[in-house]
């Protein structure tokens, strides 16, 4: 009964999203992570299309898009990939994909050459290409930002930064998504343990330092990421209670992100407005 059941949605829902004007897309929606909401918002202004949000890629047989986040291995048969990666190194996509156009990183397009999959030696996170679609002019406020993944919110380290009038600490699952981007503009630097955090932080110009509260954030998706820019970090500076502001500010270092963001746009699968056709 469950595999008619199946069988008849997916009909309903391939006939349902069949239609030009849409761009299908799967993103993790329950969370509320920038990481995952941000999405729909980059495509719909890049493609100039409106997008529809399908469930988990293996219950649709339509083709469905996966961009931002890590979120590689939930691919299908029926997934086209821009920009995705994997979480960490022993992750598999649940199918074989049906065509990869870019990837975050290096390190994800190595475990997809290992699993049979062909990936070109584009990369790049899409929320790279940010400053395409929104550009607001901020004031700075904050000597230093501090973006807590959303499993470290409740830190207590956390807490003795609330009153502070020169330290933001910046929620990366505030429900206006644009809003966090603003809060990042707002800070001179970014201390961060969420990847988007530091992506976004990238995205601006702003520079950011790489931080650890727990064992529950995988270092792999951030190595990915920092070999596709060429940022030289190796690893975290590990927050302790007794971790000072100095011991912060000392890990910051002169860095530029190096990496061809025409070759990312040029390799969307989608066609682009026309404003957005370069960056």
């Known amino acids: 009964m469950k595999i008619l059941f199946r069988s008849v949605l997916n009909k309903a829902v391939d006939i349902f999203y069949n239609d030009e004007k849409y761009l299908k897309i799967f993103f993790s929606k329950g969370i509320q992570n920038f990481g995952d909401v941000v999405t729909p918002i980059l495509i719909e202004k890049l493609s100039g299309k ?20 890590s979120i590689l291995h939930l691919a299908s048969k029926d997934s086209i990939v821009w920009g995705s990666g994997f979480m960490d190194p022993e992750k598999k996509c649940y199918e074989k994909p049906k065509k990869v156009f870019a990837v975050r990183g290096p390190k994800t397009r190595e475990l997809l050459l290992s699993q049979g999959v062909q990936c070109p030696e584009v990369y790049g996170d899409p929320a790279l290409l940010l ?39 910046i929620d990366v699952q505030n429900k206006n998504t644009l809003h966090f981007i603003d809060d990042i503009l707002s800070c001179e630097k970014i201390a961060s343990s969420s990847l988007h955090g530091i992506i976004t932080a990238d995205a601006y110009g702003i520079p950011s330092t790489w931080i650890e509260f727990s064992d529950k954030v995988h270092g792999f998706k951030f190595m990915d990421y920092f070999l596709s820019v060429k940022r030289t970090d190796t690893k975290p500076l590990k927050v302790t209670e007794g971790t000072t502001l100095d011991a912060i500010n000392s890990t910051f270092y002169d860095y530029k992100t190096d990496i061809d963001l025409n070759k990312l746009l040029d390799s969307a699968p989608f066609s682009l407005k026309y404003k957005y056709s370069k960056v």
């Open 50 to 69: 409106k997008i529809r949000y399908i469930g988990k890629p293996k219950y649709f047989k339509n083709t469905n898009l996966l961009a931002i986040g």
């Open 131 to 169: 400053p395409l679609i929104y550009a607001p002019k901020i004031i700075k406020k904050y000597e230093l930002g501090i973006i807590p993944h959303y499993t470290d919110k409740n830190n207590v380290w956390l807490v003795q930064f609330n009153n502070l009038e020169n330290i933001k600490i």
